[in-house]
Structure formats: structure tokens, C-alpha cells
């Protein structure tokens, strides 16, 4: 067995892992922090995976650190890299919270809910055609379908989900993460 493998032969990656890398995962990141088995600039290179090989994906507060042109390249390669409905699990921290925005490598704009919707060719191409690879180079190449949710603050957690749902809506920082599941089409 490879360190690309887990124990049911399954090729899970990390991307940005940093050097918290998630159990039985590959850790991927562009800096040699412990843990990381493959470094690769994952905004701007092609990945060091075959195509439609991975099974399962996660990056946890890293795609903040990309720029808007390297957010399409992920999510190309992402799609390139992972098996029919493979799903990827994707942390950031929410742009309404101010962890958004504190990190002087945080790239702009913030990643949003609205980001997830050009993922999916469907929307792209009635919405955005003009984001899509049909129409520039550097355009999006892929097709997920998206899921998110929050990561509340912790004050909220208590307070019934009526309120929940208005203190998300209108309250700065009552939204500390969002975590988004994408599932290849």
C-alpha cells in the first residue's frame, strides 16, 4: 500500500492542508510543511493526479488564499482529478465574518455562496456564459452541484433556529465558516 492510498485503496487529498493534515489523506500544499506529500502549486499547476482518480477531496480554510483566477483553476482541476460523484468538502471562512479579512494573505474578493453557483455548467452557461471556458481560456471547465451551510457563532448555538436564520441574514459575524459539499456531475 502507497501513502496515496488508504487501507480500502480509496485516493483521498488534502488540498492546502498546511501542516494539519487530515488522516488518511494526501497532503498537497505549495509550501514542504510537515505532513505534506505533494508540493505543487495547486492554483496555477496541473495536479499530479491522473484524471478521474480520486475518490474523496477536502480543503479547509485554503481557497481564501487563491486569487479569483487560481479559485477557477482549482475548481478545473478538481473536477479533472475527481471520480464520478466523488465529493469534495470545502471550509472558508464566511465574508460577512471578520476572519475573512484579517489574514493579510487572503485573497479578493471573499468567497461566497454566489461563488458556488458558477461550479455548475448548467447555471453558468444560462447566468455567466462568459465565465466559462467556451468564451475565455481561462474560464471554468467543470460541473458540481453544490450544498453549503454555516458555521454559527458560538452565542447563536443556543438560540432557536428562527432566529438563527435572521441573525445569518442580518448580523455581521453570526456566520463564522461556510462549509460547502461539491459533488462532480
Known sequence: MTRRETLSGEIKID?????????????????????????FDIGKVKWPFKNETVDEAFASHFIEHLTAIERIHFANELFRVLKPKAQCTIIVPHWSSNRAYGDPTHQWPPVSEMWLFYLKREWRMTNAPHTDKAHIPNGFDCDFEATWGYNLHPVLSTRNREFQEFATTFYKEACQDMQATLTKL
Open 15 to 39: 488540498l492546502g492542508c498546511g501542516p494539519n493534515k487530515r488522516e488518511g489523506f494526501i497532503g498537497c500544499d505549495k509550501i514542504k510543511f510537515p505532513n505534506v506529500d505533494k508540493v
